[in-house]
């Protein structure tokens, strides 16, 4: 499509949006990629709408102009999912970023699309509630974002996923009409889950405006904890015991040695070099003291070294910075590199079968990938740092990746606990899917007959 053809298109989206429309290069490369090594063409366009009205609008100037349309929210993904293709309209949505309600007695908020999570939560300590929302992917996404990814990240393995955690949504679909679906009710038994087919559909099935989320009381005591263990299995083997015994952990991850070196070297860290796990224990003040010490007892069984405790919440951010820098530490251990990432996640009882299978994988690596993983949940991933534009490396990056797949599918498992499709994982989509892909095929021709919503990703 040239420049001529879109005219009319940037006339319509101008006069609508005025300086909120944006057809400048920089503008354009800084919405044309996400965290990935996952690389498109630029947008011709970035609109920046502030309401639902205006997102309807962009949508039916699309719809006119046949133009694919690929939403945005903060750019933290990792599977290629906000990459842009020739022609596409991105519509980015931090400018809709106004939470619209808190409602501390029903523990509820509905906020626009845009709101990050840190965001929220620095709102919700502002107003003086005792509440958080407590999806944590680590980066400070929006919580559009996570929802069109079905986040989750290091607390999961307490507060669930988004599925867990989202009431209700706006969203605009593929015609422009603007449509609610779920509520404020706790449970509901009205017709088909519309909101859960959002949660995870990736930008592929209309554009979520606004979100209403379950809140979570803060824990009356927080402790945390790191311990190194003296291999991979002994550390898996104790939180596999853990989560049998149900105590309250509300994080528990695991770093294997490669990534504690270069968590050391990137933050000046002095942690022993080893399979490391950092631990978080929530609840009341008697019940993190007693889950702590049974941690401590069943991980000292299963050989570790000695728990480096935190319970003031400065130390407990400085002994966690470790776990949040180690993406970005991973990469820095070949400055420059760009990140090739997998997720895979397995029924717990066989994680440890499943890291050992891995690990022995990628000892025939060239460019020595990193493992860590919300552990808890059985997921775990594993980070190849490589130098852009070489693609003998990720083409080995690939290879391996596809392999893990293979063995997280024969154990029962799924090719992404968290991370999604987007370009990168969409051949294992068929793998661990086969013909129930061509009924998800079926709801995105339903509800985008023109494949105009973030066209070419989920599906090859
Ligand atoms: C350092 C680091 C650590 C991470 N750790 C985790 C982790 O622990 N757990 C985890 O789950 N993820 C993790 N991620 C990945 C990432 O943060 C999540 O996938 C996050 O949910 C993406 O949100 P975003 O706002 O950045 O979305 P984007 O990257 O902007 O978009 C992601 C997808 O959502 C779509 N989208 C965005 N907004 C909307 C909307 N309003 N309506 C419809 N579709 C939309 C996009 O089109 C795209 O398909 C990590 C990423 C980084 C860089």
């Given at each position: 499509?040239?420049?001529?053809?879109?005219?009319?298109?940037?006339?319509?989206?101008?006069?609508?949006?005025g300086?909120?429309?944006?057809?400048?290069?920089?503008?354009?490369?800084?919405?044309?990629?996400?965290?990935?090594?996952?690389?498109?063409t630029?947008?011709?366009?970035?609109?920046?709408?502030?309401?639902?009205?205006?997102?309807?609008?962009?949508?039916?100037?699309?719809?006119?102009?046949?133009v694919?349309?690929v939403?945005?929210?903060?750019?933290?993904?990792?599977?290629?999912?906000?990459?842009?293709?020739?022609?596409?309209?991105?519509?980015?949505?931090?400018?809709?970023?106004?939470?619209?309600?808190v409602?501390?007695?029903?523990?509820?908020?509905?906020?626009q699309?845009?709101?990050?999570r840190l965001?929220?939560?620095?709102?919700?300590t502002?107003?003086?509630t005792?509440?958080?929302?407590?999806?944590?992917?680590?980066?400070?996404?929006?919580?559009?974002?996570?929802?069109?990814?079905?986040?989750?990240g290091?607390?999961?393995?307490?507060?669930?996923t988004?599925?867990?955690?989202?009431?209700g949504l706006?969203?605009?679909?593929?015609d422009?009409?603007?449509?609610?679906t779920?509520?404020?009710?706790?449970?509901?038994?009205?017709?088909?889950?519309?909101?859960?087919l959002?949660?995870?559909?990736?930008?592929?099935?209309?554009?979520?405006?606004?979100?209403?989320?379950?809140?979570?009381?803060?824990?009356?005591?927080?402790?945390a904890?790191?311990?190194?263990?003296?291999?991979?299995?002994?550390?898996?083997?104790?939180?596999?015991?853990?989560?049998?015994?149900?105590?309250?952990?509300?994080?528990?991850?695991?770093?294997?040695?490669?990534?504690?070196?270069a968590v050391?070297?990137?933050a000046?860290?002095?942690?022993?070099v080893a399979?490391t796990?950092?631990?978080?224990?929530?609840?009341?003040?008697?019940?993190?003291?007693?889950?702590?010490?049974?941690?401590?007892k069943?991980?000292?069984?299963?050989?570790?070294?000695?728990?480096r405790?935190?319970?003031?919440?400065?130390?407990?951010?400085?002994?966690?910075?470790?776990?949040y820098?180690?993406?970005?530490?991973?990469?820095?251990?070949?400055?420059?590199?760009?990140?090739?990432?997998?997720?895979?996640?397995?029924p717990?009882?066989?994680?440890?079968?499943?890291?050992?299978?891995?690990?022995?994988?990628?000892?025939?690596?060239?460019?020595?990938?990193?493992?860590l993983?919300?552990?808890?949940?059985?997921?775990f991933?594993v980070?190849?740092?490589?130098?852009?534009?070489?693609?003998?490396?990720?083409?080995?990056?690939?290879?391996?990746?596809?392999?893990?797949?293979?063995?997280?599918?024969?154990?029962?498992?799924?090719?992404?606990g968290?991370?999604?499709?987007?370009?990168?994982?969409?051949?294992?989509?068929?793998?661990?899917?086969?013909?129930?892909?061509?009924?998800?095929?079926?709801?995105?021709?339903?509800?985008?007959?023109?494949n105009?919503m973030?066209?070419?990703?989920?599906?090859?």
């Open positions: 499509m040239n420049q001529n053809d879109l005219k009319p298109l940037h006339k319509a989206l101008c006069t609508l949006l300086t909120r429309f944006s057809t400048d290069s920089t503008v354009r490369d800084a919405h044309a990629r996400d965290a990935s090594y996952h690389r498109g630029l947008p011709d366009a970035v609109a920046f709408p502030k309401t639902n009205a205006e997102v309807a609008e962009i949508v039916k100037i699309c719809v006119k102009h046949n694919p349309i939403p945005y929210g903060t750019g933290t993904g990792v599977e290629g999912a906000v990459v842009t293709s020739e022609g596409a309209l991105c519509i980015a949505l931090n400018e809709m970023n106004r939470i619209l309600r409602s501390p007695d029903d523990r509820d908020a509905t906020v699309a845009g709101v990050t965001q929220l939560n620095t709102h919700l502002a107003i003086g005792q509440l958080h929302f407590p999806v944590d992917p680590g980066a400070d996404a929006s919580l559009g974002g996570m929802v069109a990814t079905r986040a989750s290091t607390s999961a393995v307490k507060y669930g988004m599925l867990d955690n989202v009431l706006t969203v605009v679909t593929a422009g009409s603007i449509v609610h779920g509520g404020r009710a706790r449970k509901s038994a009205a017709g088909y889950d519309l909101t859960r959002f949660i995870g559909s990736e930008g592929t099935l209309g554009i979520i405006t606004e979100i209403t989320v379950k809140l979570t009381r803060l824990p009356e005591a927080v402790a904890a790191v311990c190194a263990f003296p291999n991979i299995a002994a550390a898996v083997d104790t939180v596999i015991e853990l989560i049998g015994i149900g105590i309250g952990i509300a994080r528990i991850e695991l770093l294997d040695e490669r990534q504690m070196e050391n070297r990137y000046g860290l002095t942690y022993e399979p796990l950092f631990f978080e224990f929530h609840g009341s003040a008697h019940t993190v003291a007693e889950s702590s010490e049974v941690a401590d069943i991980a000292a069984a299963h050989g570790s070294g000695d728990f405790w935190a319970t003031d919440e400065n130390q407990r951010k400085k002994l966690w910075q470790a776990r820098d180690s993406y970005y530490a991973a990469l820095n251990r070949h400055p420059g590199s760009v990140g090739y990432v997998t997720d895979v996640c397995v717990i009882t066989r994680l440890a079968e499943c890291i050992a299978r891995t690990k022995a994988l990628l000892e025939k690596s060239s460019v020595i990938p990193s493992i993983g919300h552990v808890g949940d059985g997921n991933h980070v190849f740092p490589l130098e852009p534009d070489n693609n003998n490396e990720l083409a080995e990056a690939q290879q391996f990746s596809h392999q893990i797949v293979d063995i997280a599918l024969e154990m029962g498992g799924t090719c992404t968290e991370h999604g499709i987007g370009i990168g994982k969409r051949k294992a989509l068929e793998k661990e899917h086969g013909e129930a892909v061509d009924l998800m095929r079926a709801i995105k021709h339903a509800l985008d007959p023109l105009l973030n066209p070419g990703k989920v599906f090859l």
